[in-house]
Nanobody, 122 residues
Framework: QVQLQESGGGLAQAGDSLRLSCVAS????????MAWFRQAPGKEREFVAA????????IHAKSVQGRFSISRDNAKNLVYLQMNSLKPEDTANYYCAAGLRLYSSSHAYDYWGQGTQVTVSS
């Protein structure tokens, strides 16, 4: 059974940094593309960032480029999202996802975590 468990969310002020983590089990982690998505209340789920199997290739949404960075540690089955210079508009539930292709579409991902809430105040 594949499980993805996010952690690291919480309350932050504008300009702060947070690091989200996602630990995976039940799959061959190094074979999967890992991604982060987010969903704010009343809005559709949106792509944030993705990383290929060995961390050598990443893509980031334009809204977070230069502020957020995705990385992974295959030895620990972990994927991270380092979030710097947080803005109130970054407030959302952040989801970890696993798939086989480095795409920004949620349809490319087969497995999802339950999410971790990030709230940024101004």
């Amino acid at each position: 059974q594949v499980q993805l468990q996010e952690s690291g969310g919480g309350l932050a002020q504008a300009g702060d940094s947070l690091r989200l983590s996602c630990v995976a089990s039940g799959l061959t982690f190094s074979s999967y593309v890992m991604a982060w998505f987010r969903q704010a209340p009343g809005k559709e789920r949106e792509f944030v960032a993705a990383v290929n199997w060995n961390g050598g290739n990443t893509i980031h949404a334009k809204s977070v480029q230069g502020r957020f960075s995705i990385s992974r540690d295959n030895a620990k089955n972990l994927v991270y999202l380092q979030m710097n210079s947080l803005k109130p508009e970054d407030t959302a539930n952040y989801y970890c996802a696993a798939g086989l292709r480095l795409y920004s579409s949620s349809h490319a991902y087969d497995y999802w975590g339950q999410g971790t809430q990030v709230t940024v105040s101004s």
